[in-house]
């Protein structure tokens, strides 16, 4: 025979179980499993009068705390007037749309570039007799290399400039490209190895990183996948006594653990 | 108001719509300051109300609308309060905020006033965890998951302090006080 003190304990146990079950109810917060709930809250309330007398008076409580909420609608005070300068001013939304403008146009004079040294190459690279191979490419073939990059940077800027959330992936390879060809061409440059006009051309790729920099700053404008860093909700291992799913957050946990 | 469109005015804010800002700040403030009301006192409410839309603004920025607007502000608001708690608690406490105070919260219309007194100390005397879940659930009506999401923990812990919340006000206010000999468990 189990001691008296553990009985009482599961009883206890029991009806705090239940009471909490019909708590939720009351809110309208069924669980997962809400027909088996309620069936084993029906059938504890069968045999524990407690438990039917604490069911009406919470009925009671919560009628009493909603007439409240009804009434609570008014009373704090205004401060619209007060607070309302600490909001972005008008200029946030100026400069987010300058930004993606310049972005995109940008993005546009890059892939044009792209382009046009790409067909330049492939029409070229038939005359070319290749007299010199680097690393296994010949010239046609790192010219056809470059011009394909230049391409898909001009495209990668157009598509920052409408899809700002994948923007900032794309930042610090670019960064370190430029500063790379920064030191090249100053090397090339002081060799006469390159026109200045080709090395001219470059700054449209510092002009797509600078904007880049400012679209990710000041708009980070949400829409569809998921967004780096959106783990604002921190699992919390104090509580959860009966281990319910928090089903919101573990959604943002996925979101965030994808991204 | 819905959540759609609170957040929907917070995102107009933050891209410069200062239209937008006034609006989302009228439609929430209440909320805020009612939240504020139970999570430190009366006499400090509105300050820190001022102090959550003040730190809400100025990170508006950062905001990505990944989560609803109004839980984010909330959740502000919970985090200027325990800072305001914390900072109190290393002064000490001045005799003005122990002082009662009976002015029923807002004109509850249709309801006793002494019973919003009542209901008002009740909650007062709650532990401060289930006094968080209980106003946000009822008085401020979100759901659990919000709530949750505004305390930072799981549903789980929000529905059991709900229930020990409606538990000891049932006890404090109810018709048929349960019997004294009753373990009285915490959490
Ligand atoms: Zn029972």
Redesign the interface.
Known sequence: MRPVDDQ??ME?DRC?RC??A???A??G?AAKDAAAEQAAVDAHLAGCP?CR??Q???A???A?????????????????A???D?????????R?TAARAGLAAVGVAQATIGLVSLLGAVTHAHAMTDPLMVLGAGIAHATHESAAWNLALGVAFLAGALWSRHLAGLLPALGAFIAVLAVVSGLDLVAGRVDPARVATHLLLVAGFVLGLAVVR?????GPGP?PG?R?????E????????????DR?ER?SDVA | MDDARITALALRARDGDRAAAGEFVAVTQQQVWRLLVHLADASVAEELAQETYERALGSLRRYRGDAPARSWLLSIARRVAADHLRRRARRPVSPATLAEDDRPLGHVSGADPAESVAVRHALAALDPDRREAFVLTQLLGLRYDEAASVAGCPIGTIRSRVARARADLVAALGEHPPSAERPHRSG
């Open positions: 009482h304990g206890w705090d009471r909490e019909m708590s939720a009351l809110d917060e407690d007398a604490w009406q008076d919470a009671h409580v919560t009493i705390t909603r007439r409240a909420r009804t009434g609570l609608a008014t009373g704090g005070p205004d401060l619209v007060r607070v309302v600490h909001a972005p001013g008008p200029r946030a939304r100026w987010g000041t708009v980070p404008r949400p967004t959106a604002w909700w921190r699992r919390d104090r509580g959860a006594p009966d281990g319910h799913a928090p089903a919101v957050a943002w979101e």
